[in-house]
């Protein structure tokens, strides 16, 4: 598919998506779908540089955590509107993923993972000392009300954030089909060769951590609207780092639809377990898909197709 | 006067505080140090280790003896799960970064939840007569709950490092991690090296969950705080190190307690990866490692 | 790339077809109304899941209305959901008990953090909530049809551990020191102490925060006998508490310390008693309920009896004092006022609470107009002559005395150095 017409295609998903507050009434679907849609951004994010430049971010609860609360911060300081929010977080996510990139220039695989870990702990730990971003109490965010089309706040950040799915995904499909993602699969195949051969690795890196910071804290920046309130515990949860790295294994890291399948499965799944299964069951259950998949289907979804079809 | 009290009672704890540090990130010194295996579920296996050893209690055991009964079935547990692993991973070349993480991530949640079912949520705790009581050296009073389990880390650091230096197996230990192959050409077979590697880090586990637990009640969830600040050590060390992880440990807790005592307590967690950030950042083989 | 734009048709049609369903399932939960739904979230698992215990007083409220012929003639039907300790996780649970199970009534999760999500939804919904020992949730909003359980009582947030201060006061305490961890319930009660402790006219000589995660307390503590306060006020959670009682065995505190705890979580939980034992001696800390002859309250004994057995089996806090009765209580609440207004009508039932005081296991509620209870009865107990025998010893009156409020109390408070000589 050319770039043009996905991208069209990309923009009828979310027209349809717009009108969905019309259709659906019950605002259950709009909670659980905004949790779903939240997590393809970050699963799409996290996989610019895990998937296709192969470096493992186990942090990624540190973007998350920084859009939220630069949101909430924006909101707090400015009470400006929910895409200034987004803008905000975006920046910072940028920021914070060029800081990754340089701090850690010297280091791959599993040591680019626990520098990643390191980062959410500061960040966690700053966020906690912070007075006016309500340090480890949180803080309450009790956004302005939702454009009256919408009929509630939730459609209203459910339809932000399809928005920002669909951004995230084009932009990843983008980065798959132009010069850049080239760049980036050379890193992940081998960094000595792709820098012999001339591929400028460093300023890629630096980009993709960048990108890929962006659209993690933008991913975050809805979140203190959604819940109305944030705290440091749950902005920077190990659950999310875990959730974002295990989405793009579970769907297939090589390309952006991996991610997607993958986070649609695992948040509904999990979703559907809160409100069926609702006990420790659940927590066992999703440990041994984690297991499942990477014993039985190491590539992904995807992967088990190719592989079906080479065969 | 004041002043030096204070210094050396920060030093004091954090010296026991690091100790303890340690003795939780040994047994990730050798799956991830030596061996190269992310295993992130090392955290909840000491867990797993700690409510062995509070059930043994239970009967008046001692719990460091207990744990040292328990280093055999867990011996054998980390053989086992070592075999699973290998069987998934090892055989198609070894798996990738993000692929181990999953795995082990998976493991710990599953060992987690086998716990609350097994013994609830309860907090746990052990019950020895030392507890509540402490040693006082002039004006610097050290409570024997960190004493004792601080005390342990060296002995088991020295034995360990006598192990793998001082015997054979020790040493194929050590040259697996260098160069597979290479050993494998002596005659030596690798995977049985690496599964008893493996088992000997699960054994360690046991022993540091004694030393948590005597310090202070545990849940099941008890493991996931200790995560980062165990890799940390392990690569603030540099990688493989025995004697290495000792003090890295040490230098961490040291660092937390001087935080704790002259800046805010508040401000302490984020110490051990602000040193972490920094070694990755300026010198990624660790204080102790040599060049990889 | 054929294969790629075939996935995704085959994604859009599966999207729709997801979407299509809610409206079928929405109508479907309509028809059943033979029942009255009550539903909550409840950290099951977590590092919140030592409060699951609290599932069994709902659980028990359930099956006594439902044994006594239910509510209005219908059957009562509790639906929990695990949260995971999660605050992320409570928004869509409450739209699912709200928006897809139709639920009549709802309990808020334990706690403030859980709680600060859903209040908002609660509002905006207009529904009838019941907090369980959340404080000052509703501060803020004021929405009326909230209810507490806990008895935080009027302005809970600053003053729950008023009784602590008014100790200190009547024993002439005038060197205060505050000891906190850094989370929200800890801190706001530690704030509000300081703020109490200044209006007495006592001179606050320390005040510490520790993050949640701290075990040592060693550098803390010297901290505190440096300053010579004359009480400590302690806000901790079940784990630091544990250290803080160790490090005092261990490192001591001055014997001009009379008065020590205060807002301490864990001393209400069996497995710390258990493990603490003689520990604990003379510490003064909050607790809701504890067996002394000036709470007896109608049917508290029996339910605790019935929560026992259910508990052991269930690997859950043995004693039951601290939560569970609160959640029965809640439970009780609302069909107290379902029964008396003969309606299951949001707006009916929450007047009527507003207007009626009711009777509940743990005494007699009355609510004021945000939904606090208008009395503030939070216990300042002292442990008194505990032992190593165990467990069984807290089942009994005298080893937890209460001490304040006045109205309950059972003892004479014992200067804190004196009571762990003992």
């Given at each position: 598919?050319?770039?043009?017409?996905?991208?069209?295609?990309?923009?009828?998903?979310?027209?349809?998506?717009?009108?969905?507050?019309?259709?659906?009434?019950?605002?259950?679907?709009?909670?659980?779908?905004?949790?779903?849609?939240?997590?393809?951004?970050?699963?799409?994010?996290?996989?610019?540089?895990?998937?296709?430049?192969?470096?493992?971010?186990?942090?990624?609860?540190?973007?998350?955590?920084?859009?939220?609360?630069?949101?909430?911060?924006?909101?707090?300081?400015?009470?400006?509107?929910?895409?200034?929010?987004?803008?905000?977080?975006?920046?910072?996510?940028?920021?914070?993923?060029?800081?990754?990139?340089?701090?850690?220039?010297?280091?791959?695989?599993?040591?680019?993972?626990?520098?990643?870990?390191?980062?959410?702990?500061?960040?966690?730990?700053?966020?906690?000392?912070?007075?006016?971003?309500?340090?480890?109490?949180?803080?309450?965010?009790?956004?302005?009300?939702?454009?009256?089309?919408?009929?509630?706040?939730?459609?209203?950040?459910?339809?932000?954030?399809?928005?920002?799915?669909?951004?995230?995904?084009?932009?990843?499909?983008?980065?798959?089909?132009?010069?850049?993602?080239?760049?980036?699969?050379?890193?992940?195949?081998?960094?000595?060769?792709?820098?012999?051969?001339?591929?400028?690795?460093?300023?890629?890196?630096?980009?993709?951590?960048?990108?890929?910071?962006?659209?993690?804290?933008?991913?975050?920046?809805?979140?203190?609207?959604?819940?109305?309130?944030?705290?440091?515990?749950?902005?920077?949860?190990?659950?999310?780092?875990?959730?974002?790295?295990?989405?793009?294994?579970?769907?297939?890291?090589?390309?952006?639809?991996?991610?997607?399948?993958?986070?649609?499965?695992?948040?509904?799944?999990?979703?559907?377990?809160?409100?069926?299964?609702?006990?420790?069951?659940?927590?066992?259950?999703v440990g041994l898909v984690l297991i499942a998949f990477v014993v039985a289907a190491p590539e992904g979804l995807l992967g088990l197709r190719f592989r079906s079809r080479a065969a | 006067m004041v002043v030096l009290d204070l210094v050396l009672n920060a030093l004091a704890t954090g010296l026991m505080l690091g100790s303890i540090?340690?003795?939780?990130?040994?047994?990730?010194?050798?799956?991830?140090?030596?061996?190269?295996?992310?295993?992130?579920?090392?955290?909840?296996?000491?867990?797993?280790?700690?409510?062995?050893?509070?059930?043994?209690?239970?009967?008046?055991?001692?719990?460091?003896?207990?744990?040292?009964?328990?280093?055999?079935?867990?011996?054998?547990?980390?053989?086992?799960?070592?075999?699973?692993?290998?069987?998934?991973?090892?055989?198609?070349?070894?798996?990738?970064?993000?692929?181990?993480?999953?795995?082990?991530?998976?493991?710990?949640?599953?060992?987690?939840?086998?716990?609350?079912?097994?013994?609830?949520?309860?907090?746990?705790?052990?019950?020895?007569?030392?507890?509540?009581?402490?040693?006082?050296?002039?004006f610097v009073a050290i409570p024997y709950r960190f004493l004792i389990p601080a005390l342990i880390t060296p002995v088991v650091v020295f034995l360990l490092w006598l192990y793998l230096t001082r015997t054979n197996v020790g040493l194929a230990i050590r040259a697996v991690a260098h160069d597979e192959r290479a050993v494998s050409?002596?005659?030596?077979?690798?995977?049985?090296?690496?599964?008893?590697?493996?088992?000997?880090?699960?054994?360690?586990?046991?022993?540091?969950?004694?030393?948590?637990?005597?310090?202070?009640?545990?849940?099941?969830?008890?493991?996931?705080?200790?995560?980062?600040?165990?890799?940390?050590?392990?690569?603030?060390?540099?990688?493989?190190?025995?004697?290495?992880?000792?003090?890295?440990?040490?230098?961490?807790?040291?660092?937390?307690?001087?935080?704790?005592?002259?800046?805010?307590?508040?401000?302490?967690?984020?110490?051990?990866?602000?040193?972490?950030?920094?070694?990755?950042?300026?010198?990624?083989?660790?204080?102790?490692?040599?060049?990889r | 790339m054929r294969l790629t734009r075939r996935h995704f048709t085959k994604l859009g049609v599966a999207a729709s077809a997801g979407l299509a369903a809610p409206a079928i399932w929405t109508k479907g939960s309509f028809a059943q109304s033979d029942k009255i739904r009550v539903g909550c979230s409840a950290s099951l698992t977590?590092?919140?899941?030592?409060?699951?215990?609290?599932?069994?007083?709902?659980?028990?409220?359930?099956?006594?209305?439902?044994?006594?012929?239910?509510?209005?003639?219908?059957?009562?039907?509790?639906?929990?959901?695990?949260?995971?300790?999660?605050?992320?996780?409570?928004?869509?649970?409450?739209?699912?008990?709200?928006?897809?199970?139709?639920?009549?009534?709802?309990?808020?999760?334990?706690?403030?953090?859980?709680?600060?999500?859903?209040?908002?939804?609660?509002?905006?919904?207009?529904?009838?909530?019941?907090?369980?020992?959340?404080?000052?949730?509703?501060?803020?909003?004021?929405?009326?049809?909230?209810?507490?359980?806990?008895?935080?009582?009027?302005?809970?947030?600053?003053?729950?551990?008023?009784?602590?201060?008014?100790?200190?006061?009547?024993?002439?305490?005038?060197?205060?020191?505050?000891?906190?961890?850094?989370?929200?319930?800890?801190?706001?009660?530690?704030?509000?102490?300081?703020?109490?402790?200044?209006?007495?006219?006592?001179?606050?000589?320390?005040?510490?925060?520790?993050?949640?995660?701290?075990?040592?307390?060693?550098?803390?503590?010297?901290?505190?006998?440096?300053?010579?306060?004359?009480?400590?006020?302690?806000?901790?959670?079940?784990?630091?508490?544990?250290?803080?009682?160790?490090?005092?065995?261990?490192?001591?505190?001055?014997?001009?310390?009379?008065?020590?705890?205060?807002?301490?979580?864990?001393?209400?939980?069996?497995?710390?008693?258990?493990?603490?034992?003689?520990?604990?001696?003379?510490?003064?800390?909050?607790?809701?309920?504890?067996?002394?002859?000036?709470?007896?309250?109608?049917?508290?004994?029996?339910?605790?009896?019935?929560?026992?057995?259910?508990?052991?089996?269930?690997?859950?806090?043995?004693?039951?004092?601290?939560?569970?009765?609160?959640?029965?209580?809640?439970?009780?609440?609302?069909?107290?006022?379902?029964?008396?207004?003969?309606?299951?009508?949001?707006?009916?039932?929450?007047?009527?609470?507003?207007?009626?005081?009711?009777?509940?296991?743990?005494?007699?509620?009355?609510?004021?107009?945000?939904?606090?209870?208008?009395?503030?009865?939070?216990?300042?107990?002292?442990?008194?002559?505990?032992?190593?025998?165990?467990?069984?010893?807290?089942?009994?009156?005298?080893?937890?005395?209460?001490?304040?409020?006045?109205?309950?109390?059972?003892?004479?408070?014992?200067?804190?150095?004196?009571?762990?000589?003992?």
């Amino acid at each position: 598919m050319k770039m043009t017409r996905f991208i069209i295609v990309a923009l009828l998903v979310f027209a349809t998506g717009l009108m969905l507050p019309k259709v659906v009434s019950n605002p259950y679907y709009f909670y659980a779908g905004y949790v779903v849609l939240q997590y393809v951004v970050i699963a799409t994010g996290w996989n610019i540089l895990g998937g296709y430049a192969g470096y493992t971010n186990f942090g990624s609860s540190a973007f998350f955590g920084a859009g939220a609360y630069m949101a909430a911060f924006l909101f707090k300081a400015l009470g400006v509107s929910i895409f200034v929010q987004i803008l905000g977080a975006c920046v910072v996510g940028m920021l914070l993923g060029l800081a990754t990139g340089y701090l850690t220039l010297r280091i791959q695989g599993v040591y680019f993972a626990i520098a990643t870990v390191a980062l959410v702990i500061v960040l966690e730990t700053l966020v906690h000392n912070t007075e006016y971003l309500g340090g480890a109490s949180g803080m309450t965010h009790l956004a302005d009300p939702a454009p009256a089309w919408f009929g509630g706040q939730t459609q209203y950040v459910f339809c932000i954030m399809l928005g920002l799915a669909v951004a995230a995904v084009v932009l990843a499909r983008w980065i798959e089909v132009s010069w850049i993602g080239r760049g980036f699969r050379a890193i992940r195949a081998s960094e000595p060769a792709a820098e012999a051969s001339g591929v400028p690795t460093l300023k890629l890196k630096l980009l993709a951590c960048a990108l890929s910071g962006g659209v993690m804290a933008a991913a975050g920046a809805p979140y203190p609207t959604y819940t109305s309130y944030l705290d440091p515990v749950s902005a920077f949860s190990l659950l999310i780092g875990l959730n974002a790295l295990a989405m793009p294994l579970i769907g297939g890291t090589r390309s952006w639809l991996g991610p997607v399948i993958g986070a649609v499965l695992l948040a509904s799944v999990q979703q559907l377990a809160t409100v069926t299964i609702s006990s420790e069951f659940n927590i066992l259950a999703v440990g041994l898909v984690l297991i499942a998949f990477v014993v039985a289907a190491p590539e992904g979804l995807l992967g088990l197709r190719f592989r079906s079809r080479a065969a | 006067m004041v002043v030096l009290d204070l210094v050396l009672n920060a030093l004091a704890t954090g010296l026991m505080l690091g100790s303890i540090y340690a003795l939780l990130a040994l047994g990730l010194a050798i799956t991830f140090g030596i061996l190269h295996i992310p295993n992130v579920a090392h955290p909840a296996i000491v867990i797993a280790g700690a409510y062995a050893v509070v059930m043994t209690n239970r009967y008046g055991v001692d719990p460091v003896l207990a744990a040292v009964l328990w280093m055999i079935p867990f011996y054998m547990l980390g053989i086992l799960f070592y075999e699973f692993y290998a069987r998934s991973f090892e055989s198609r070349g070894g798996g990738n970064t993000l692929q181990s993480l999953t795995l082990f991530f998976g493991a710990s949640l599953v060992i987690e939840v086998a716990l609350v079912v097994a013994y609830g949520t309860d907090l746990r705790s052990v019950s020895v007569g030392y507890v509540g009581s402490s040693l006082r050296l002039g004006f610097v009073a050290i409570p024997y709950r960190f004493l004792i389990p601080a005390l342990i880390t060296p002995v088991v650091v020295f034995l360990l490092w006598l192990y793998l230096t001082r015997t054979n197996v020790g040493l194929a230990i050590r040259a697996v991690a260098h160069d597979e192959r290479a050993v494998s050409v002596s005659g030596v077979n690798p995977a049985a090296i690496k599964r008893h590697a493996f088992g000997i880090a699960t054994a360690l586990a046991v022993i540091a969950g004694a030393a948590l637990v005597i310090t202070g009640p545990i849940d099941p969830f008890a493991g996931r705080i200790h995560i980062g600040r165990v890799f940390a050590v392990v690569v603030l060390a540099g990688m493989g190190t025995i004697p290495g992880t000792l003090a890295a440990g040490i230098i961490i807790g040291i660092a937390e307690s001087l935080v704790m005592s002259f800046m805010s307590p508040s401000w302490a967690p984020g110490v051990a990866f602000a040193i972490l950030l920094a070694t990755l950042a300026l010198k990624p083989t660790g204080l102790f490692g040599a060049g990889r | 790339m054929r294969l790629t734009r075939r996935h995704f048709t085959k994604l859009g049609v599966a999207a729709s077809a997801g979407l299509a369903a809610p409206a079928i399932w929405t109508k479907g939960s309509f028809a059943q109304s033979d029942k009255i739904r009550v539903g909550c979230s409840a950290s099951l698992t977590g590092p919140l899941s030592g409060t699951k215990n609290m599932v069994i007083g709902y659980e028990l409220w359930r099956d006594d209305v439902n044994a006594a012929g239910g509510l209005l003639g219908k059957e009562v039907e509790l639906i929990v959901y695990d949260d995971q300790s999660s605050p992320s996780n409570a928004p869509a649970i409450y739209s699912k008990l709200v928006d897809v199970d139709q639920v009549d009534f709802l309990f808020t999760p334990y706690g403030a953090n859980l709680t600060a999500t859903i209040m908002p939804f609660a509002q905006q919904r207009d529904r009838f909530i019941v907090g369980i020992l959340t404080l000052a949730s509703n501060d803020k909003l004021k929405h009326d049809k909230f209810f507490q359980a806990a008895p935080w009582g009027p302005d809970g947030a600053t003053n729950w551990a008023r009784g602590f201060f008014d100790i200190a006061e009547r024993d002439g305490v005038k060197k205060m020191a505050i000891l906190a961890a850094d989370t929200e319930f800890s801190k706001t009660a530690a704030e509000g102490g300081r703020r109490v402790s200044e209006e007495m006219g006592m001179e606050v000589v320390d005040f510490q925060m520790y993050p949640p995660t701290n075990r040592d307390f060693s550098a803390i503590l010297r901290n505190i006998k440096a300053a010579e306060p004359e009480a400590v006020f302690v806000c901790s959670y079940p784990a630091d508490s544990t250290a803080i009682l160790r490090g005092i065995q261990e490192i001591g505190l001055n014997d001009s310390v009379r008065l020590f705890g205060g807002g301490m979580v864990g001393p209400q939980y069996a497995s710390l008693m258990e493990n603490l034992g003689p520990a604990l001696n003379g510490v003064v800390n909050f607790h809701l309920y504890v067996p002394e002859p000036t709470l007896k309250f109608e049917g508290i004994e029996n339910f605790l009896s019935r929560y026992e057995p259910i508990a052991k089996q269930q690997q859950v806090d043995p004693l039951g004092f601290y939560i569970p009765p609160f959640t029965y209580a809640a439970g009780q609440l609302i069909s107290a006022a379902v029964e008396a207004t003969g309606s299951i009508d949001q707006a009916e039932v929450s007047q009527w609470l507003h207007a009626n005081p009711v009777e509940t296991v743990v005494g007699q509620i009355n609510f004021d107009e945000i939904g606090n209870w208008t009395e503030r009865r939070v216990l300042m107990v002292q442990f008194q002559g505990v032992d190593d025998s165990g467990l069984d010893q807290f089942r009994q009156a005298g080893k937890e005395v209460v001490i304040d409020p006045a109205d309950y109390a059972s003892g004479e408070l014992i200067p804190f150095a004196d009571a762990r000589k003992a």
